[in-house]
Each structure stands twice: as structure tokens, then as C-alpha cells.
């Protein structure tokens, strides 16, 4: 279970941690609530859930910080 777990936090798009960060809660915790609401939603969070990853990896596209003007 644990190399299962593993996986997904090295694999995975880390939309959640982001989220838990911003809110200033653990990660563990936030992961935890969104498994349960998959379940009660059947589906729906899981859809906004790479609705979400998909923003955050446009984000970081576009708005790349850079170190200096010569970086363009």
C-alpha cells in the first residue's frame, strides 16, 4: 500500500498538495476528504480534480518566474 502511495505522490500532478499548502492544512488531510467525496459524488471530484491539475500545470506554463530579462 505504502509503495502504491508512493507512486502517486512522486507521479501525480500534486494539485492537492498545492491546494493544502495555500490553505495551510496537511496534504494527508485534503487527499483524505477528496477520496471521500469521490465516493459520495461518484465521480464528479475526480473530474474536478484534473479539471484543477490541468489549470495548475497551465499556470505554471505561462507564468514562469524568470531570473533575469536575458532568460526570454
Given at each position: 500500500m505504502y509503495?502504491?502511495?508512493?507512486?502517486f505522490e512522486k507521479h501525480g500532478f500534486g494539485a492537492l498538495s498545492r491546494?493544502?499548502?495555500r490553505l495551510g492544512m496537511r496534504a494527508k488531510?485534503?487527499?483524505l476528504f477528496f477520496i471521500y467525496v469521490t465516493f459520495a459524488?461518484?465521480?464528479v471530484s475526480f473530474a474536478l480534480?484534473?479539471?484543477l491539475a490541468f489549470i495548475l500545470?497551465?499556470?505554471?506554463l505561462?507564468?514562469?518566474?524568470?531570473?533575469?530579462?536575458f532568460d526570454l
Open positions: 509503495k502504491l502511495r508512493y507512486f491546494l493544502a499548502d488531510n485534503v487527499r459524488t461518484l465521480g480534480y484534473l479539471t500545470r497551465l499556470k505554471d505561462i507564468y514562469t518566474k524568470r531570473t533575469s530579462v
